[in-house]
């Protein structure tokens, strides 16, 4: 963490020092700001995204039931609030890259999931549905836990972790695959929170690979796992969406893209918090993914 190691350098009794660390601070602190401002420039664009691609997905002429659907998802682009949510998605996911070149997978998760507070309000506002007094406060409670990790968020680390982690990223992503056929088979309540776990695990597959890519390198393995984690992600994800509860399958989602990334982040990658408030980044995260889970029906608008 080239910023933290320079702050720690820049400390001192001269007047010079104190001028030093104070420029430092601020630099410190705009680098995380710029994170942060990206991580939730990306909630907004995927829970508006989310708003208009479960229309459509509901729209579309009803598939074979299997998890890995790909004509369900051709169908679906038909429509213009599909392409028009994949639009959000773009700029999301450029601003989710510029997130993880700045802040830890942790804070990005949590900022990724609260993208259900996001699409809540939204559905309500352009869509007149209503949200009762327990859903505003897990809006509230969400933004709480969100600015609770604001303050506790060191840089992102930059370690880039054992040479397997990247192997081992392609190989979960091949399995996202294989879970979403083997989903596709269950019934109800359980396929769609299958379904959506798998997706939520395909989407964690790209927050991590973004880190372990440093350029165009078609020999680490870290690139593929982006793209056939973030195509199954999709693939899955509509078919949550165009069956079953997708309340359920929402739930699932947030889990697998929140926990799984976070854990490979801290225990890997390098990720740490400000001195001191690992505490607070602690109870941020858990507050904000409670207050995620807790708008899961928002999911579907």
């Known amino acids: 963490m080239a910023l933290a190691d320079s702050l720690e350098r820049g400390g001192g009794g001269t007047e010079s020092g104190r001028r030093h660390a104070l420029v430092t601070t601020l630099a410190y602190s705009l680098f995380v700001l710029i994170g942060m401002v990206c991580a939730l420039g990306a909630a907004v664009c995927f829970g508006t995204a ?22 369900l ?28 070149r700045h802040i830890p997978i942790y804070v990005v998760g949590a900022a990724l999931a609260a993208s259900l507070a996001v699409t809540a309000v939204v559905a309500a506002r352009l869509m007149r549905v209503r949200l009762s007094r327990a859903e505003w406060g897990a809006v ?16 992102e680390g930059t370690e880039t972790g054992p040479p397997a982690l990247r192997a081992a990223l392609l190989g979960v ?29 395909g989407f964690g597959v790209v927050e991590v690979a973004v880190r372990l890519i440093d350029g165009p390198d078609l020999g680490n393995p870290a690139v593929y796992a982006l793209l056939l984690g973030g195509g199954a992600a999709f693939l899955l994800l509509t078919s949550a969406l165009q069956r079953g509860s997708v309340t359920a399958a929402t739930a699932g989602m947030v889990l697998g893209e929140t926990l799984g990334p976070a854990a490979v982040g801290v225990a890997w990658l390098g990720d740490s918090t400000r001195e001191g408030l690992t505490w607070l980044a602690v109870l941020g995260f858990a507050v904000a993914v409670a207050g995620s889970l807790a708008l899961a029906r928002f999911g579907e608008p």
């Not at 879970?179 to 798998?198: E, Q, T």
Request: glycine share 16%; net charge positive.
């Open 50 to 71: 989310s708003v208009l691609q479960a229309v459509a997905a509901r729209a579309a002429e009803p598939g074979t039931g299997s998890g890995v659907d790909a004509a």
């Open 73 to 100: 998802l051709l169908r679906a682009v038909r429509q213009w609030r599909y392409v028009a949510g994949l639009g959000l998605d773009a700029m999301g996911f450029v601003l989710q890259i510029v997130a993880l």
């Open 140 to 155: 509230a409670v969400v933004c709480g836990g969100l600015v609770m990790l604001g303050l506790s968020s060191g840089e």
């Open 173 to 201: 992503a091949a399995l996202v695959l294989v879970a979403g056929a083997a989903a596709g088979r269950l019934p109800g309540r359980a396929r769609a929170l299958a379904l959506g776990l798998a997706a939520g695990t």
